[in-house]
C-alpha cells in the first residue's frame, strides 16, 4: 500500500535522521514568529491609529516599543523555562 494515498501509515523514520531533530527546532520557531508577530501587530495598530488621529508617527513608534517591549518578555520568559529545564536535567543526572 503506498502511504500516500491517506491509507495506511507513513514508513517509519529512522532515528538518526533529519527528522529526529526537528522536534526541538518547533520551539525556537514558533518564539521567533511570535516575537516578529508582536512586533508587527502592535506596528501596524500604531499605523492604523496615527492615520485616525492624524499623529503620524508618533504612535506608529509607540506600537514598536510595546511591541518589540512584548517580545522582550517573551524571550525572558523562555530563558526562564529553558533555565528550569536545564537545571531539572542537572538534578536528575545527580539522582542516578
Known amino acids: 500500500m503506498n502511504s500516500l494515498s491517506g491509507r495506511g501509515k507513513p514508513p517509519p523514520r529512522p532515528k538518526g ?4 531533530g526537528l522536534g526541538g527546532a518547533q520551539r525556537y520557531f514558533s518564539i521567533g514568529l511570535q516575537a516578529g508577530f ?3 501587530f502592535y506596528l501596524i495598530v ?5 492615520r485616525w488621529l492624524d499623529t503620524f508617527p508618533w504612535l506608529m513608534l509607540a506600537g514598536i516599543l510595546v511591541g518589540v517591549a512584548g517580545m522582550f518578555a517573551l524571550f525572558l520568559r523562555v ?3 529553558l ?4 537545571e531539572e536535567e542537572k538534578r536528575q543526572k545527580k539522582q542516578s
Open 83 to 86: 533555565n528550569t529545564e536545564s
Open 38 to 40: 508582536s512586533v508587527v
Open 17 to 20: 535522521s533529519w527528522f529526529s
Open 79 to 81: 530563558a526562564k523555562e
Open 46 to 50: 500604531g499605523l492604523l491609529l496615527d
